[in-house]
């Protein structure tokens, strides 16, 4: 038994010993970090591990391509004299290598244009066993992980404010693990006696003195938890210059309702209940005793589960937008004290004719008579299993070991994430302005976000010229567009105030980091983020408040400010480079700018006016027109099949990322020609005999070259608005007139359907 548990744990575990005559080598690499054993002589004759059977075939992958790259640069010195045009710098050689890596030239592009391009990818990558997924998009993460690792492993220096401090504090308490199972869990048995105990492990918990409504917001105040209900603030969709309070529906234990009611999931069910069950015993409940209490705590949120709204009936924001006074709340849902709830997470002075916005209302009805029906000790072991759940990666290994066995059913992974990639994901979240800060200072070229700018100006007049030629728009609609394009705000990188020590020191001024418990300072960053954003609500709206932090691989546009945002961490390689030619560029981030352009103008974004209000700015007669182009999306993408999981995309809850995709594809498509006109034609890179057009195809296909497991392939389709990448490409692709165009392909061929939909 004991020798299983140490198995499962992951090598930053003291509990796990080595053999003694084992000499332990760390050894690092830009994409994995391994842990190699080097054993006695005695062991040269045993059957090599798949371990090592995996980090020789490496071993020789590396080699080869050094082998290639090498030949290739030869090669095409010796082929190419002077007068041709053929690309030949080293920057150009590297990058047609990448791309020979990856291309299957034997598939027929105008047949399946994914395994075309990520045909060889795919058969180079496995999935580490401590992921769900591995692609592109994820390599690059892992790099960038590793950078901020090394960053925050760096010991504070004259260079370090206090913010930046406080990020390197808290990372080293992270990783100490053995002061965290020193600690143990009585620092977490002590909140939960603050809140009056969880009912499940112990039998002083008073019915009488349980508050659901105080309970709620007490959690959401100290842990920024929301059970039951989602509270934030954020600006109102109908006044964009003013915050208020918004309510909703709450995340489920598991990531989708799907889990809980369709019947085949039993397994996932089972996985689910057994780690409930686990940790109680663990917290010291007795099994027998909790498991039927438990089951209890699934059955009310199966029930909860049932009256969530689905993410198809979310989509129409204007109509589900409500805006209400707590005392019309009560009316309508009065089996709870919604003032009583309000004034306990805001303030005692909150009153009856306080303004709230939901597009849940009838959530919220059915969710107060679903509370008055169900026992209060059900919902305290509910609330307090969330809790649990949410804090149990930062509590003892034990905690975290029974964590990985739950994920280890829902998505396949086969052993537990690295100490050190759990404390940067952490840290990087919660701290990510200050992580942003040591990272940009360090590895963000200003020349980077000078050359964004200007596609994104490119970017947008090619968009301009997609209005003007658009055949739909009555002229008044169109000419509110081009405003509204015009007025889109592009901010890269990061936030200016981050590289300004005492500015950030400021805004972590109230955060307190304990380099001696790192459960504690868990405690105090939750509390801060509760506090700052309670704190917004009386506050005018921070139009420059950045959502998303800069050392991240992720943009996104903004309604409420009609902002597009791509932090510095999106333009690297395979997105952006210096390196790149324009092709790769404008096929890359270019493509990515054009997609968050797009969300201004699609099913919700279109929605919201130049300064970010929900209202009708459209004439009915266009909104007609863009309806029946969306659904010819709706019903195509609704067709598609993602092979893994044997099931249909959703084609009503993707819909905004399709929209998106295909015309932020045209739009990169038209800049890039019109860069060329300007500028001229680039020389070709070598070995490819490709020309650039069709480069630029490739690299937006060579973005979502992935792979993933049998669970996580279902878990996308139930609860990701993005289509899967195969999908990604073979979408936007066979809708693309000039895809079609550059690569000949037949007017018929999988990759050039006769019928093909277009929104912009």
């Not at 919220?364 to 919902?379: A, E, F, G, W």
């Amino acid at each position: 038994m004991e020798k299983i548990r140490c198995e499962e744990m992951n090598e930053n575990s003291a509990s796990c010993k080595l053999p003694i005559n084992t000499e332990l080598k760390i050894i690092e690499d830009p994409v994995f970090v391994q842990v190699h054993v080097a054993a006695d002589r005695k062991d040269i004759g045993r059957n090599w591990t798949h371990r090592e059977k995996w980090l020789l075939s490496i071993c020789i992958f590396v080699v080869v391509v050094l082998v290639a790259f090498v030949t290739v640069t030869f090669v095409f010195k010796e082929i190419y004299n002077g007068d041709e045009e053929i690309c030949l710098t080293t920057d150009c050689i590297k990058t047609a290598a990448e791309l020979l890596e990856d291309i299957d030239f034997s598939v027929d592009p105008c047949d399946d244009f994914y395994q075309y391009t990520c045909g060889n990818w795919e058969r180079r990558n496995i999935i580490p066993e401590d992921m769900a997924a591995i692609g592109n998009i994820e390599r690059q993460h892992r790099k960038l992980q590793i950078i901020i690792k090394r960053i925050l492993e760096t010991p504070p220096n004259q260079f370090d404010g206090n913010a930046t401090t406080k990020a390197k504090t808290l990372y080293k308490s992270c990783m100490n693990m053995s002061q965290i199972q020193y600690i143990g869990d009585k620092p977490f048995h002590h909140i939960l006696r603050s809140f009056g105990g969880w009912p499940v492990i112990t039998d002083q918990w008073d019915a009488e003195k349980f508050s659901i409504e105080s309970t709620l917001a007490k959690l959401y105040k100290e842990f920024h938890i929301s059970v039951i209900l989602n509270f934030n603030v954020s600006p109102d969709d109908k006044n964009s210059s003013t915050n208020i309070i918004h309510l909703d529906q709450a995340h489920l234990g598991m990531p989708s309702r799907d889990y809980y009611l369709d019947p085949n999931d039993i397994q996932y069910v089972d996985a689910y209940e057994n780690f409930m069950v686990s940790v109680s015993e663990l917290l010291g409940a007795d099994r027998n005793f909790s498991g039927k209490e438990l089951r209890e705590v699934i059955q009310f949120e199966t029930e909860l589960a049932n009256i969530t709204n689905s993410i198809e009936d979310r989509v129409d924001m204007e109509s589900l937008y409500t805006k209400i006074s707590i005392a019309e709340l009560n009316q309508m849902a009065p089996e709870f004290d919604w003032l009583k709830y309000f004034r306990s997470i805001i303030s005692p002075d909150v009153q009856e004719s306080e303004q709230l916005v939901t597009i849940a209302p009838n959530y919220l009805r059915n969710m107060s008579q679903l509370l008055s029906r169900t026992h209060k000790r059900i919902i305290a072991n509910y609330i307090f299993w969330i809790m649990t759940k949410e804090l149990c990666p930062h509590l003892t290994h034990e905690y975290r070991l029974l964590d990985y066995r739950y994920r280890k059913v829902l998505e396949g992974i086969r052993k537990e994430k690295t100490l050190w990639e759990s404390c940067v994901s952490f840290i990087n979240t919660e701290i990510g302005h200050a992580v942003g800060a040591l990272f940009v200072s360090e590895h963000f070229k200003k020349e980077n976000k000078d050359i964004a700018l200007e596609m994104i100006q490119n970017i947008r007049n090619a968009f301009n010229k997609l209005l003007d030629d658009n055949t739909w728009m009555d002229e008044e609609t169109r000419k509110f567009a081009k405003e509204k394009a015009n007025a889109m705000i592009g901010m890269i990188g990061y936030p200016e105030f981050i590289l300004k020590k005492s500015k950030l020191d400021k805004f972590y001024e109230m955060l307190e980091v304990d380099p001696d418990s790192y459960f504690r300072s868990v405690h105090q960053i939750k509390r801060y983020k509760s506090h700052n954003q309670i704190k917004e609500l009386r506050e005018p709206v921070d139009r420059e408040k950045w959502l998303q932090d800069p050392a991240v691989i992720n943009a996104y546009y903004n309604p409420n400010t009609n902002d597009i945002v791509f932090p510095a961490g999106i333009l690297q390689p395979v997105f952006y480079s210096n390196s790149y030619p324009k092709s790769l560029n404008y096929g890359g981030i270019g493509i990515v700018i054009g997609h968050e352009i797009t969300h201004g103008f699609d099913n919700r974004g279109r929605k919201f006016d130049k300064t970010g209000n929900l209202k009708q700015w459209w004439k009915n007669e266009t909104i007609e027109a863009f309806n029946k182009k969306a659904q010819c999306m709706i019903d195509q993408y609704s067709s598609f099949v993602l092979k893994q999981a044997g099931l249909k995309i959703r084609g009503i809850n993707t819909l905004g990322e399709n929209i998106a995709d295909n015309g932020g594809l045209k739009q990169a498509y038209q800049a890039y020609q019109q860069w060329v006109a300007d500028h001229g034609a680039e020389p070709p890179l070598p070995g490819l005999n490709l020309t650039h057009e069709q480069l630029f195809f490739v690299n937006y296909a060579r973005i979502w070259c992935g792979k993933m497991r049998d669970e996580e392939a279902l878990n996308q389709i139930r609860t990701e608005v993005h289509s899967p990448g195969p999908i990604r490409v073979k979408g936007p692709l066979s809708n693309s007139v000039e895809f079609s165009k550059v690569y000949n392909c037949p007017l018929g061929s999988n990759m050039n359907p006769e019928h093909k939909c277009q929104v912009w």
